[in-house]
Each structure stands twice: as structure tokens, then as C-alpha cells.
């Protein structure tokens, strides 16, 4: 469910955002289309520009007078005047030009002055010259792309005249439709380009939320396995209690009834062991609660020498214990109390996961600037998810809930922080089926064949 709402909560923020940013693109479209067409205007108001464009329809007026006069053909004389406006066209246009360079947003505009339709009143007649569906004649400007156009000023405009003709005066007018068009076509680019900072802003906000879901779903899944680990810890501690108090509770009744008789002894004995028992395994837990630690007492001793001694008092009566120790004179500088801690835990281990008559091998062998110990066993080994969860406080391998081995998942934990507090490197390599083996790694100060430096 909490996976479920984040997503949602992220495809309803993202909604939004999207709404947000497609309002803000158009209003930012329209303000540059504004920002484009006021500074056209101001083109348009200069006087060289100003005065083109007013000269344009009296131009006009006084071709159709000379077409009326003469009896010209009317279509043949319009496309001369669109000829001799396409004549003088590139000599306004470079004045134009000249004026909108120095404009940084009119660089990439096209801007075009056009007649779009003509109309001739003449003698009582109404004559169509050009049409809206025609070619229209291009009075200043460029050529602008239709589909990529887009007008920013329509009028009508008359002009009146008179000619004599056939001895009397013809009155006659001249009705033109004008457009001014402007065509941005980079228009989306700019538009981007101003919306950088939303656009910025836009991702920032997305992500931090993904990050910030993410973070939630890793510490809710992080509690999960906490909670899930308490659990089994709680049912190992149970269990771990249970057994002992079970057998204190048959040895009392037992002691009720023989008291002063030959097993007394022998009852007193295993009394004491289920205490030591408990004892231990609160002191265990005691232990593992603890914030507060001593500091290890680091001397200089002769490692191969002191594990050849340790492994000399080493009795572990179910198991063969083979000692592959290499190395002559080589000085580490430990707190061996300490040290002795990790190897019990790391040999009683190898003797709890492996089946009676197994062989457990110590080995001990200086590489470089370091020494390795390691202990090996011929037990059932551990699968790779677990491998990298084997030094965790609490931690056992899953067995459906049933635990042959008996333990609270804390030995390694211990091992690791004693080898840590040591400045030394405990890791674990492990294979199903063939067993584990765990690798101590101690710097060395110094060897028979010299100082190492640290």
C-alpha cells in the first residue's frame, strides 16, 4: 500500500507540473510573440521604413489611372506593377535589413508587407484585380512561410482619382486589403530557452520527491527487516531460555525426591550447568546492548607462536582440528585476549555447522605487509544472499522458522567488531555444499626479515 500512494502521489504531482508547465508555455509563447510584434512596430515607425510603406497604394492608384486612361488590359498591368515592385524590393529590403540586425529579437523573423486583394470602382463597375486566393504582391520583405506566419496588423485602404477620357472626367477608386506578417519559425526554441529555469526547476522538485519516496520506501523496507530480525531473535531467545528452565524445573522435582541419595551430586552438577547456561546467554545479550566498550590493550606478540599455543590448549571433542601455520618471527601488534575471543567464536562456529568428525583447519600464512588466519570447515556453506548478512547483529540463516543449531545470531557480529576494534579485516567466503571460510586480516609489524612500516 505505502508503494502503491508514493507512485500515485508522484503521477499526481507530475500532473500537475505538467499542467503548470503547459499553462506557462503559452503564456510565455504569447509574451515573445508580443515582445516580437512591439519591436516590429518600432521598426515600422522609422521614417525610411514609414515612408515605403505609405507610398505603396498611391503607387498603385496612379498604374490603374494610366490602365484606365489607355485601355489596358488589366490583369497583364497588374502582374507588370508586381514586377516593377519586386524591382525596387531588394533595395528596401536592405534598408530594412540594415535597421533589424542590430534588433537581437527580429534576427531570425522574417517580416513581409503585402496587397492582398485589389479592387477597381471604376465607371460604374466593380472589378476584382487580385484575390485573396491569389499570389499577393509583396510591397516590403521577404517571402514569409503561410503554415509558419502569422499577421500582427490587417487594414482596408482607399484611394480616389480622376483621368479624362473620352472627353469627360472618369472618377474611379482603388480599395486594397493590406496584411503585415511576421515568421518566427525558431519561435519553440526561444520559447524553451526562456523557460529554462522552470523547466530546472521542474526536474529539481521531480526528483527530489523520487529521492525523498525512495528514501521512505528504503527505510520503511530497512524497519521491515529490523522488525522481522527482532522477531526471530525474540523466538531464539525463547527457545534458548526455555530449554534450560525446562530441565531446572525436572531437576528440582528430581531433587525433591532424591535428596540425600547418590544422584544428588550428579543433579547438583547439571543444576549448575543450565545455570551457566542462562547466565551465559543473558550476558550475551547484555553484551550486544552495550555502547560503552574498553579499548583494546595492544602489545607486540610472535602470532605464530601464540596461535601455535592457542591451538595446543584447542580441544573441540567432536571435531579434527588441523593446524597449517606458516611463518617464523612474525610480530603484529594486538590485544590477543582479544584475539582469542574472535578465534573461539569462529572454531565453535565451525563446529556447530558441520557434522561430527568433520575436519576444522586453521591456517595461518603472512602475505605481504599482513598475516592471514583463517578457519575452515566442511560444513553445508551458505548461499550468496546471506554471505553478505553473516557479520549482522541477530542474524541467522532462515531455516523455515526451525533452528537445528542454537544461538542467537551473535557471535559473528562480535567477531567482527573485535576484529574492527583491532584494526583488522574479518571477511567470509562460502559455497554450498563445500563449506565456509573465514579470513582474518592483521597488518604485521614486524618479521623475521625486517621492519614493516605501518
Known amino acids: 500500500m505505502l508503494l502503491i500512494g508514493c507512485v500515485l502521489m508522484i503521477l499526481a504531482v507530475g500532473g500537475i507540473q505538467y499542467y503548470l508547465i503547459g499553462n506557462t508555455y503559452r503564456l510565455t509563447r504569447n509574451e515573445y510573440f508580443r515582445d516580437v510584434r512591439n519591436e516590429m512596430n518600432s521598426v515600422l515607425s522609422t521614417p525610411e521604413v514609414k515612408k515605403h510603406i505609405d507610398s505603396c497604394l498611391p503607387a498603385l492608384k496612379e498604374h490603374l489611372a494610366l490602365v484606365l486612361r489607355d485601355s489596358l488590359d488589366r490583369e497583364a498591368s497588374l502582374e507588370r506593377f508586381r514586377g516593377q515592385r519586386l524591382s525596387y524590393l531588394s533595395i528596401y529590403n536592405s534598408v530594412l535589413d540594415s535597421i533589424m540586425q542590430y534588433r537581437s529579437l527580429l534576427r531570425d523573423v522574417a517580416f513581409q508587407v503585402r496587397f492582398d486583394e485589389i479592387i477597381l470602382y471604376a465607371d460604374g463597375t466593380v472589378d476584382t484585380l487580385l484575390r485573396r486566393v491569389d499570389a499577393p504582391i509583396v510591397m516590403l520583405g521577404t517571402d514569409a512561410e503561410d503554415n509558419g ?3 500582427i496588423s490587417q487594414g482596408r485602404q482607399r484611394e480616389t482619382g480622376q483621368i479624362v477620357g473620352e472627353g469627360r472626367l472618369l472618377d474611379f477608386e482603388v480599395a486594397v486589403s493590406t496584411g503585415q506578417y511576421l515568421d518566427i519559425s525558431g519561435w519553440e526554441g526561444v520559447v524553451l530557452g526562456r523557460m529554462g529555469l522552470v523547466f530546472g526547476l521542474a526536474l529539481l522538485i521531480m526528483g527530489a520527491m523520487i529521492v ?6 528504503s527505510t520503511a523496507i530497512r524497519q521491515k527487516k529490523i522488525a522481522d530480525i527482532k522477531t526471530d531473535f525474540t523466538n531464539n531467545i525463547t527457545h534458548e531460555l526455555k530449554t534450560p528452565l525446562s530441565s531446572l524445573k525436572i531437576i528440582t522435582k528430581r531433587l525433591e525426591k532424591k535428596h540425600g541419595s547418590e544422584d544428588f551430586g550428579r543433579l547438583l552438577q547439571t543444576l549448575e550447568r543450565q545455570h551457566n547456561r542462562i547466565n551465559g546467554i543473558i550476558d550475551q545479550v ?6 560503552d566498550r574498553t579499548d583494546p590493550v595492544m602489545k607486540d606478540v610472535d602470532i605464530v607462536m601464540e596461535l601455535h599455543n592457542y591451538l595446543d590448549n584447542l580441544f573441540i571433542e567432536s571435531h579434527r582440528v588441523v593446524r597449517d ?3 617464523h618471527g612474525v610480530m ?7 584475539l582469542e575471543t574472535i578465534l573461539n567464536n569462529l572454531t565453535e562456529n565451525a563446529a556447530k555447522y558441520s557434522e561430527k568428525g568433520k575436519v576444522i583447519t586453521v591456517r595461518g600464512y603472512p602475505e605481504g605487509n599482513f598475516y592471514y588466519i583463517q578457519v575452515v ?15 549482522d547483529k541477530f542474524y541467522r540463516v532462515p531455516k523455515e522458522n526451525r533452528h537445528e543449531v542454537k544461538g542467537l545470531g ?3 557480529y562480535f567477531c567482527k567488531q573485535a576484529a574492527t576494534e583491532l584494526g583488522a579485516d574479518l571477511s567470509v567466503s562460502s559455497k554450498v555444499g563445500e563449506g565456509s571460510c573465514f579470513t582474518l586480516k592483521l597488518r604485521i609489524r614486524q618479521a623475521r626479515y625486517g621492519v614493516l612500516e605501518l
Open 149 to 151: 506566419s502569422f499577421q
Open 410 to 412: 551473535l557471535g559473528l
Open 377 to 391: 570447515d566442511q560444513g553445508e556453506g551458505m548461499e550468496r544472499e546471506h554471505v553478505s548478512h553473516a557479520f
Open 325 to 327: 601455520i606458516m611463518g
Open 286 to 291: 547484555l553484551e550486544s546492548s552495550m555502547t
Open 212 to 217: 525523498l519516496f525512495y528514501q521512505m520506501m
Open 332 to 338: 603484529l601488534n594486538t590485544d590477543m585476549q582479544r
